[in-house]
């Protein structure tokens, strides 16, 4: 096993993960003010699932002798449209889905189970991810923009929607 090739990939996952915690947590305080309430949550819950993400790489930089780069892969979107802000956030999840399956075959080719397991774990996360943005994203598609606005007088569940269980 060639330990710096892992911590590469480790550490490339810990820049995605930072840029992404930056950005939800854009999206989460500007949907707060803008009165969407429960989408701005979801964009939190997510924020601090992507910092349990790099808790979970930092370990595995540590274990391998590394380092961890807390470098941010690239700048925070500055979108405040709604429906824009869940597209940017499914593209990004996307990406994460398709470069951390890369990662865990490249980690397959270089012997090194432990961190293929934790990138094929990363992977089931950012898919789950997606699913709830995506769910989001279809709810305004079918009811409107009106539909994040009545989700905050309380009752709504942002990670369903008003028809799912
Ligand atoms: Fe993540
Ligand atoms: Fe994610």
Do not use: W
């Amino acid at each position: 096993m060639d330990k710096a090739k892992s911590i590469h990939l480790l550490n490339s996952a810990v820049a995605d993960e930072l840029q992404a915690v930056h950005q939800y947590m854009y999206f989460h305080f500007h949907l707060e003010d803008q009165g969407f309430a429960p989408l701005a949550q979801l964009f939190q819950r997510i924020a601090i699932q992507e910092m349990g993400h790099i808790a979970l790489l930092a370990d595995r930089i540590l274990f391998l002798k590394g380092d961890v780069e807390m470098v941010a892969a690239g700048p925070v979107e500055k979108i405040l449209e709604p429906e824009a802000t869940l597209l940017k956030v499914m593209a990004m999840e996307e990406d994460g889905v398709k470069t951390y399956n890369q990662a865990a075959l490249a980690c397959a080719a270089n012997a090194d189970a432990a961190t293929k397991q934790l990138f094929e774990r990363l992977v089931g996360d950012e898919e789950g991810h997606f699913n709830q943005f995506e769910k989001q994203h279809d709810n305004i598609q079918r009811f409107g923009l009106n539909y994040l606005a009545l989700q905050s007088f309380g009752s709504g569940t942002p990670e369903g929607g008003p028809a799912a269980a």
